[in-house]
């Protein structure tokens, strides 16, 4: 290179390499790497504003890959130290594109965002009509399908861990038992605190065992601006679940297959067969001693249950069982069985899931079936889940002004239940794994249940404990249920910024619950296979039918003036609900062949109704509603919000319940 001085000349040489140069003496260059270069650190700020010039307050300025960052001040400015000349900065804030720009560029003086209209312009659904994102005034939380996991076997656990300010709590460890959820925390001391679940614009009391992979979206609404438009029923928070629809283009089928294994999280740790004698030879011997010296009498441990007795003393309290100690050798005896009970009742729970879609359609009509088969087993045998979804989504577009859409679905649920929770005494498995002797064996020699072992030491002041798995194996509980949704939303625009909607749909849903226990199995020191227990054998029957209907009706204008956004909905609903139980409850069976109330015994006292879960009733509610939402130049949002329900639940003088709410 002619004519050029050493700083043009490595330049030229060096290019893009990741090599600098520093010169030592007049004629001595030495290379090194840039990375090795020392990096000067520097102060950065700025002020940042959107496309008008004005300025933007809480923007996010962070140096790319540190936590080093802060947020501009009321006047959109920001400064940031310790900076290396050579880093990145990030300056991003809600409803705008981030920019990424160097430290020492100029345009760090003053940093301009533009408006992100993809995000501006995102719809949720909020409450009877979509609404932009950007003009929702209240606590919104939303969860796209993409984020739930679906590996689980309900919508609700799917939601456990995805929406902040909002507890999914598993109250159960049975198969296919749903969660339950508070929004909040809780917010009444007598009412109840479960949300409002809407699936598909239809209100239910729960998320009916959906199948997360028919989920398209979830929207929490968890504060009192959101669900004012649900008025009283919407007063712990309301659920919005959105099933996936159909598109436009070819058939697409998916079939999707997935396999987990389900255990116990921890076990709680117990004395073995050995600790445990230990520990109730010294528990007996310490009651005999207080108890001898508080008579003034004399004792010695090696004192057998018959000179204690003589004693005055109730072996209930001061006996040692030879199950645990030979009076003869005068020493403990060596468990002939050491038994895990937690071990015994639990184990690792396979779930199988299948899960097969067809969606497509043209720009007038689109639709999406599915169907899904879960097979969950519990982790108490024999518990099981087996359940069937199916649904179907169809979008027609009548007219260029008429526009229908159908949703159906239908559910079959079929479980083998364990009565695991409760206290021993009500055949509680787990607390009679607990409190059950280590010292008892599952099964006898020739494989039937060991039972009424423990029963039988009821005289000893022992908890008188049912092998569990037999408990949990014997009592046949069964539960069968189907559950059939149909809604209809019919949508006509009457101008191209008014429209009328009607929602109209109707639900079924009926159980039967089947619960037998037999006589081979003792309760509360009644042996098992004895005349004692036959009082204990019956047979229950519960059978539910309820029926919801549902009309809808809105109108909604959305209309753009400038910079001036209108959005105002009136609506009407109706919603009626009847519930028909019918419990009976048989005893008197000659034997265990029959499960069925049937087979009841020949008196009349044998059979009758199950006072505690049978009725019939019947509500209905009755609601006005609207909501205005005013937007200014994107920025600036007003919305207001008023619903009154009347209810058949309300006393008769009692007209309704009012909701209003300005934000």
């Known amino acids: 290179m002619k004519d050029a001085t050493i700083e043009q000349t490595m330049q030229q040489l060096l290019g893009k390499m990741e090599l600098t140069y520093k010169k030592e003496q007049e004629n001595v260059i030495v290379l090194i790497r840039k990375s090795q270069e020392k990096q000067r650190n520097i102060k950065v700020s700025g002020t940042v504003v959107d496309s008008h010039g004005e300025p933007i307050i809480g923007a996010s300025v962070v140096v790319k890959g540190t936590s080093n960052g802060t947020i501009t001040d009321l006047d959109g400015n920001f400064s940031i130290n310790d900076v290396s000349e050579t880093s990145q900065l990030t300056v991003s804030y809600i409803g705008y594109k981030p920019v990424q720009l160097r430290a020492t560029d100029k345009n760090m003086a003053k940093v301009v965002l533009q408006e992100d209209s993809k995000m501006i312009e995102e719809v949720v659904v909020v409450g009877y009509t979509p609404m932009r994102k950007s003009d929702f005034t209240g606590s919104l939380a939303s969860v796209k399908a993409s984020e739930l996991s679906l590996s689980a076997a309900t919508a609700g656990q799917a939601l456990v861990g995805k929406v902040a300010g909002v507890q999914v709590m598993q109250t159960s460890g049975a198969p296919g038992e749903g969660v339950k959820i508070k929004v909040r925390g809780t917010n009444s001391l007598s009412a109840s605190t479960t949300p409002l679940y809407v699936i598909d614009g239809y209100p239910a009391s729960e998320d009916v065992y959906i199948n997360p992979e028919d989920i398209e979206t979830i929207d929490v609404l968890k504060d009192a601006a959101s669900a004012a438009i649900y008025g009283s029923r919407g007063a712990s928070g309301v659920v919005l679940i959105t099933t996936k629809r159909g598109n436009s283009g070819k058939a697409r089928i998916d079939y999707d297959y997935q396999f987990s294994m389900q255990q116990v999280e921890r076990k709680i740790k117990l004395l073995d067969a050995y600790q445990y004698r230990d520990l109730v030879i010294e528990a007996r011997n310490n009651s005999y001693r207080d108890k ?13 249950n018959a000179i204690r007795a003589s004693k005055g003393f109730n072996l209930n309290e001061v006996g040692i069982s030879d199950l645990f100690f030979d009076f003869t050798t005068g020493k403990p005896v060596d468990p002939t069985y050491n038994t895990d009970w937690q071990d015994a009742i639990y184990g690792n729970a396979p779930m199988h899931r299948h899960n097969l879609s067809v969606t497509g359609g043209q720009d007038f009509l689109k639709y999406r079936f599915s169907l899904g088969y879960l097979d969950q087993d519990g982790i108490i045998a024999p518990s099981g889940h087996k359940r069937l979804n199916v649904r179907a989504n169809v979008d027609a577009e009548v007219t260029k002004r008429l526009k229908v859409g159908v949703n159906f679905s239908f559910v079959d649920v ?52 049912e092998n569990p798995v037999a ?50 199995v003792g309760q509360d020191g009644d042996m098992p296979n004895l005349d004692a227990v036959q009082a204990r054998v019956k047979a229950r029957d519960i059978t539910n039918r309820d029926i919801d209907r549902l009309g809808e009706f809105t109108l909604n204008y ?32 000659p034997d265990d062949r029959i499960h069925e109330v049937t087979a009841h015994g020949p008196n009349a006292s044998d059979i009758g109704l199950y006072s505690s879960d049978t009725r019939k009733a019947a509500w209905t509610m009755m609601s006005y509603l609207a909501r205005v939402n005013y937007s200014f130049d ?14 058949s639940r309300f006393e008769k003088k009692t007209v309704g319940v009012g909701f209003l709410l300005f934000l």
């Open 292 to 304: 001898a010296e508080a008579a003034g009498k004399s004792w010695n441990p090696l004192d057998d």
């Open 414 to 465: 079929s479980e083998r239940q364990v009565q695991a929770d409760g206290r021993y005494i009500n055949d509680g498995v787990v607390q009679s794994a607990l409190l059950m002797f280590p010292q008892f064996p599952v099964y006898n020699s020739d494989g039937t249940y060991a039972v009424g072992n423990q029963i039988a030491m009821k005289a000893d002041g022992y908890q008188m404990v």
């Open 471 to 520: 408990l949990a194996h014997e009592i046949d509980i069964r539960n069968k249920s189907s559950r059939m949704n149909f809604n209809a939303n019919i949508t006509y625009d009457i101008l191209k910024q008014l429209q009328f909607k009607a929602n109209l749909g109707t639900q079924y849903y009926t159980s039967r619950y089947n619960y037998y226990r037999p006589r081979t």
């Open 558 to 589: 959305n209309g753009e003036f400038g910079k001036h956004r209108l959005n105002a909905l009136v609506g009407y609903t109706l919603q009626k609900k009847t519930y028909d139980r019918v419990a009976v409850e048989a005893t008197g069976f």
């Open 634 to 647: 994107n920025r600036y949002v007003v919305t207001g919000t008023v619903r009154t329900d009347g209810s």
